[in-house]
């Protein structure tokens, strides 16, 4: 047992270090600087709040365009992509290795993890050769930016569940419907699409799979706003939008298929969680007072601390069992699993009592905050968002129940039964 | 990095996987439940000695095997799966742990031959009264030669050779006035009295003193830091049996709702249940993970040992707790009766969560080694 890299990793871990420190700035626990946003929160395709309204939110998608195209010239921004579309051609745990220095650095995120992680493979393995050889080299560099568009109102946790119609016409096809929690569609140039085109079928056979250009007419983006205020996420209506038959990936009906490619990159694609996390507490409780002095000093406080603790270390060293079997070329068992249903859960848990730890002025929640500028505010709103994207904690419940325990699936009422004669709740 | 257990780690665990499976099933464990006579299993004890588990990470010189702590903790996991009734930790984690790192080179040749071969059985005791120990409530003392006092609840006392216990060897009644001593048990002056615990596959006394022989251990004023230490390695070690003691409460409860049917279907496929397994295995996994980086700083001397400890105890204790009560619960009504084995993790699971200190205890001491390690 040890904690050492390879030669050849250390030479790796070296690169990626040598790049960071060159080209981006360190981030702190809690930093004092009053624009510093750190710890980032931030999901994939969600890029972290910008205050200030469109101009800057527009500046701050520029800044990370800039920081994508020098990560893509030094060849870190698609680690595991061939090197014939301009990726790194490296293994996951040089993708691990590069992570773990990123961390320590602020630089933007959010913006490009969805193209990279997921629908770039996607179109690696069902697009023709001539969209690879389009698309995906602009993917690496931040120049196009691409979105997800799968979920919809009816269709979340029960994903199949998709409306989206999807219509022949000649060699074209007309989409209409509504897709929701798509990140990133008000800033995405691209986006792929599962939409329903034959209702008649039974549920998993009806769909197909399409990529289109986000500028195409029909197509109208309206963010979601947050109760955190903010809005990361869209609703994305489609009226009459007409693409061609070459934009589909994969055969008609076998869109759940394609789907599966995209989203068992999913969990890979969302990467390290956010930091919000025993390291934060641990330092606001440090600064806080309670009735009988510093927070740290009280005994209950200690006795919480002490479990997310061992949560959060404990999911670290999980990860570090994940990246051992990654490293001797094998399957990484159950890290992938268990980091965000116990990450979502803690960090909300942590900002709650967080909160309780600064008493009234824990209600205060304003960019002129004296109190840790905000930070367990934010993740009060933050985490509740994060118990549900990407899979909700019932659902990662089901799937370690189901795939890594093998337990029996659900009983279900929609297996053999034509779409169009579902119930839905509505009919 | 590799933070795994090396191949040959995996094969002494494999074949101590496959031993207790034949030898300690589970109605040799209830042999010593359903006897207040026996306090361990006496065939199954000499067995792993002879294989030589108990001188795992004792040295060769001294009539160990002279392989790692990374072995013992293999070795730990198993016990803890099998819930073997024996005095394993007592005599090993705690007892040979004192010797090895605190022992004269006379005492580990005269102490750690006979531990080594599981020939004589040793413990280890600091509670004397209600409580989480402090050294203002060790009264036992140390004088002219000779130990007075009392101490309870004594982890396998009734079974033990040999005890090591802290007394105070001035009057001042602070920390830097207690000593480890060494106690020859069979000698007169020790009078045993049996105390029913919650395992009693795990059982202990409390013992008396009175004017007994006693060798001090390692250096004079020093008993508490050197019970941090052996505590700190104890912990890591408790927690490889605590996951694997969790890993089959888990097991169990899978296994019992895929056969068991109501409302015509597997229990198993309710979401209530699937969900409880699901936070089963959640915790069982970080308490894994907590436990290898114990495995880590123990088998390293790292100075990460009391945090790493204190995180594995902290972790295995919630893990295996929950584990054995979810056990039960998905077991329904059978899983309250005598005749299922859930009580059998049960009772374990608490019993070892209580043994070298409470789990509140734990994460303060969690807490307070990771202030400290702060201001380093």
Same mark, same amino acid.
């Not at chain 1, 118990?387 to 129940?401: C, F, H, M, Y």
């Given at each position: 047992?040890?904690?050492?890299?390879?030669?050849?990793?250390?030479?790796?871990?070296?690169?990626?270090?040598?790049?960071?420190?060159?080209?981006?700035?360190?981030?702190?626990?809690?930093?004092?600087?009053?624009?510093?946003?750190?710890?980032?929160?931030?999901?994939?395709?969600?890029?972290?709040?910008?205050?200030?309204?469109?101009?800057?939110?527009?500046?701050?998608? $520029?800044?990370?365009?800039?920081?994508?195209?020098?990560?893509? *010239?030094?060849?870190?921004?698609?680690?595991?992509?061939?090197?014939?579309?301009?990726?790194?051609?490296?293994?996951?745990?040089?993708?691990?290795?590069?992570?773990?220095?990123?961390?320590?650095?602020?630089?933007?995120?959010?913006?490009? $993890?969805?193209?990279?992680?997921?629908?770039?493979?996607?179109?690696?393995?069902?697009?023709?050769?001539?969209?690879?050889?389009?698309?995906?080299?602009?993917?690496?560099?931040?120049?196009?930016?691409?979105?997800?568009?799968?979920?919809?109102?009816?269709?979340?946790?029960?994903?199949?569940?998709?409306?989206?119609?999807?219509?022949?016409?000649?060699?074209?096809?007309?989409?209409?419907?509504?897709?929701?929690?798509?990140?990133?569609?008000?800033?995405?140039?691209?986006?792929?699409?599962?939409?329903?085109?034959?209702?008649?079928?039974?549920?998993?056979?009806?769909?197909?799979?399409?990529?289109?250009?986000?500028?195409?007419?029909?197509? *109208?983006?309206?963010?979601?706003?947050?109760?955190?205020?903010?809005?990361?996420?869209?609703?994305?209506?489609?009226?009459?939008?007409?693409?061609?038959?070459?934009?589909?990936?994969?055969?008609?009906?076998?869109?759940?298929?394609?789907?599966?490619?995209?989203?068992?990159?999913?969990?890979?694609?969302?990467?390290?969680?956010?930091?919000?996390?025993?390291?934060?507490?641990? *330092?606001?409780?440090?600064?806080?007072?309670?009735?009988?002095?510093?927070?740290?000093?009280?005994? $209950?406080?200690?006795?919480?601390?002490?479990?997310?603790?061992?949560?959060?270390?404990?999911?670290?060293?999980?990860?570090?069992?994940?990246?051992?079997?990654?490293?001797?070329?094998?399957?990484?068992?159950? *890290?992938?699993?268990?980091?965000?249903?116990?990450?979502?859960?803690?960090?909300?848990?942590?900002?709650?009592?967080?909160?309780?730890?600064?008493?009234?002025?824990?209600?205060?929640?304003?960019?002129?905050?004296?109190?840790?500028?905000?930070?367990?505010?934010?993740?009060?709103?933050?985490?509740?968002?994060?118990?549900?994207?990407?899979?909700?904690?019932?659902?990662?419940?089901?799937?370690?129940?189901?795939?890594?325990?093998?337990?029996?699936?659900?009983?279900?009422?929609?297996?053999?039964?034509?779409?169009?004669?579902?119930?839905?709740?509505?009919? | 990095?590799? %933070?795994?257990?090396?191949?040959?780690?995996?094969?002494?665990?494999?074949?101590?996987?496959?031993?207790?499976?034949?030898?300690?099933?589970?109605?040799?464990?209830?042999?010593?439940?359903?006897?207040?006579?026996?306090?361990?299993?006496?065939?199954?004890?000499?067995?792993?000695?002879?294989?030589?588990?108990?001188?795992?990470?004792?040295?060769?010189?001294?009539?160990?095997?002279?392989?790692?702590? =990374?072995?013992?903790?293999?070795?730990?996991?198993? =016990?803890?799966?099998?819930?073997?009734?024996?005095?394993?930790?007592?005599?090993?984690?705690?007892?040979?742990?004192?010797?090895?790192?605190?022992?004269?080179?006379?005492?580990?040749?005269?102490?750690?031959?006979?531990?080594?071969?599981?020939?004589?059985?040793?413990?280890?005791?600091?509670?004397?009264?209600?409580?989480?120990?402090?050294?203002?409530?060790?009264?036992?003392? %140390?004088?002219?030669?000779?130990?007075?006092?009392?101490?309870?609840?004594?982890?396998?006392?009734?079974?033990?050779?040999?005890?090591?216990?802290?007394?105070?060897?001035?009057?001042?009644?602070?920390?830097?006035?207690?000593?480890?001593?060494?106690?020859?048990?069979?000698?007169?002056?020790?009078?045993?009295?049996?105390?029913?615990?919650?395992?009693?596959?795990?059982?202990?006394?409390?013992?008396?003193?009175?004017?007994?022989?006693?060798?001090?251990?390692?250096?004079?004023?020093?008993?508490?830091?050197?019970?941090?230490?052996?505590?700190?390695?104890?912990?890591?070690?408790?927690?490889?049996?605590?996951?694997?003691?969790?890993?089959?409460?888990?097991?169990?409860?899978?296994?019992?709702?895929?056969?068991?049917?109501?409302?015509?279907?597997?229990?198993?496929? %309710?979401?209530?249940?699937?969900?409880?397994?699901?936070?089963?295995?959640?915790?069982?996994?970080?308490?894994?993970?907590?436990?290898?980086?114990?495995?880590?700083?123990?088998?390293?001397?790292?100075?990460?040992?009391?945090?790493?400890?204190?995180?594995?105890?902290?972790?295995?204790?919630?893990?295996?707790?929950?584990?054995?009560?979810?056990?039960?619960?998905?077991?329904?009504?059978?899983? %309250?009766?005598?005749?299922?084995?859930?009580?059998?993790?049960?009772?374990?699971?608490?019993?070892?969560?209580?043994?070298?200190?409470?789990?509140?205890?734990?994460?303060?001491?969690?807490?307070?080694?990771?202030?400290?390690?702060?201001?380093?």
């Amino acid at each position: 047992m040890d904690f050492n890299d390879s030669q050849q990793e250390a030479a790796f871990r070296k690169e990626a270090r040598d790049f960071l420190e060159a080209n981006a700035e360190k981030r702190s626990i809690i930093s004092d600087k009053p624009n510093d946003k750190s710890p980032q929160i931030a999901v994939a395709g969600a890029p972290e709040t910008v205050k200030g309204g469109k101009e800057a939110a527009q500046e701050a998608l $520029e800044r990370a365009k800039v920081w994508q195209k020098k990560k893509a *010239e030094a060849g870190f921004a698609a680690i595991l992509w061939p090197k014939e579309f301009g990726g790194y051609g490296g293994s996951p745990i040089q993708q691990v290795i590069y992570s773990q220095e990123e961390h320590d650095y602020l630089v933007p995120s959010g913006y490009f $993890e969805i193209g990279i992680g997921m629908l770039g493979p996607t179109m690696m393995v069902w697009g023709k050769d001539e969209d690879k050889k389009r698309y995906l080299p602009k993917m690496i560099t931040g120049e196009e930016i691409w979105c997800q568009l799968f979920s919809e109102p009816s269709a979340g946790s029960d994903l199949a569940g998709i409306k989206m119609k999807a219509e022949k016409d000649g060699d074209e096809w007309v989409l209409n419907g509504q897709k929701v929690w798509t990140s990133g569609a008000h800033f995405a140039d691209y986006g792929m699409i599962v939409a329903r085109s034959d209702p008649s079928a039974l549920k998993h056979k009806g769909l197909t799979y399409f990529y289109l250009d986000m500028k195409t007419p029909g197509i *109208e983006v309206r963010p979601i706003k947050q109760i955190s205020g903010t809005s990361n996420f869209n609703e994305v209506f489609f009226n009459d939008v007409r693409i061609p038959d070459s934009q589909r990936l994969g055969g008609e009906g076998e869109g759940w298929k394609v789907a599966l490619t995209t989203l068992m990159n999913e969990r890979l694609a969302v990467g390290d969680p956010p930091g919000l996390d025993f390291d934060q507490i641990f *330092e606001a409780t440090k600064e806080l007072e309670v009735e009988d002095g510093l927070a740290i000093k009280n005994s $209950e406080v200690r006795q919480k601390m002490a479990d997310w603790y061992v949560q959060s270390r404990g999911l670290q060293y999980t990860k570090f069992r994940s990246i051992t079997a990654l490293s001797k070329g094998q399957t990484p068992g159950p *890290e992938l699993s268990i980091s965000k249903l116990v990450t979502a859960s803690k960090m909300q848990d942590v900002s709650a009592y967080a909160l309780e730890l600064m008493d009234s002025s824990g209600m205060v929640h304003h960019d002129q905050n004296p109190v840790l500028k905000n930070l367990f505010q934010n993740g009060y709103f933050f985490s509740a968002a994060m118990r549900i994207a990407g899979g909700t904690d019932e659902v990662l419940r089901n799937i370690i129940a189901e795939r890594v325990l093998g337990l029996p699936q659900d009983e279900r009422a929609d297996k053999k039964v034509p779409f169009n004669e579902l119930p839905s709740g509505k009919n | 990095m590799n %933070f795994d257990f090396s191949d040959d780690q995996k094969l002494l665990r494999d074949q101590a996987r496959k031993f207790l499976f034949d030898k300690c099933d589970r109605k040799s464990v209830r042999t010593v439940l359903d006897d207040d006579q026996l306090h361990y299993h006496k065939e199954l004890w000499s067995q792993i000695s002879e294989m030589g588990w108990t001188g795992t990470a004792i040295p060769e010189e001294y009539g160990g095997l002279g392989l790692g702590m =990374l072995e013992l903790c293999v070795i730990a996991e198993e =016990l803890g799966r099998s819930l073997a009734p024996t005095p394993f930790s007592s005599s090993i984690y705690l007892f040979a742990e004192f010797i090895k790192n605190y022992g004269s080179e006379d005492q580990k040749k005269r102490f750690l031959p006979s531990i080594a071969s599981g020939e004589k059985i040793g413990t280890f005791a600091l509670s004397e009264t209600n409580g989480t120990p402090k050294p203002s409530n060790v009264k036992t003392k %140390f004088s002219s030669g000779k130990i007075n006092g009392y101490k309870s609840p004594v982890s396998d006392g009734e079974s033990a050779d040999y005890l090591i216990i802290a007394a105070n060897s001035d009057d001042k009644g602070n920390r830097n006035s207690l000593s480890l001593y060494i106690v020859d048990l069979n000698q007169n002056g020790v009078s045993k009295k049996s105390l029913e615990t919650i395992d009693p596959t795990r059982p202990a006394c409390s013992i008396n003193f009175e004017n007994i022989e006693a060798e001090i251990l390692g250096e004079q004023g020093m008993a508490w830091d050197m019970t941090e230490n052996i505590l700190n390695r104890a912990a890591v070690l408790y927690s490889f049996e605590q996951v694997g003691g969790a890993q089959v409460s888990l097991d169990e409860a899978k296994k019992y709702s895929m056969e068991r049917f109501a409302f015509g279907r597997q229990i198993g496929s %309710f979401q209530a249940l699937k969900h409880k397994m699901a936070d089963m295995y959640v915790k069982i996994e970080l308490a894994r993970s907590n436990a290898y980086y114990g495995a880590w700083a123990l088998s390293t001397d790292s100075n990460e040992l009391p945090v790493a400890a204190a995180g594995a105890r902290v972790s295995a204790s919630d893990a295996f707790n929950y584990a054995a009560k979810e056990n039960i619960q998905i077991h329904g009504g059978v899983g %309250f009766t005598w005749d299922y084995d859930c009580h059998l993790f049960y009772r374990r699971s608490k019993l070892l969560s209580l043994n070298i200190g409470s789990t509140r205890q734990w994460k303060e001491n969690l807490i307070s080694n990771l202030e400290k390690r702060n201001i380093v």
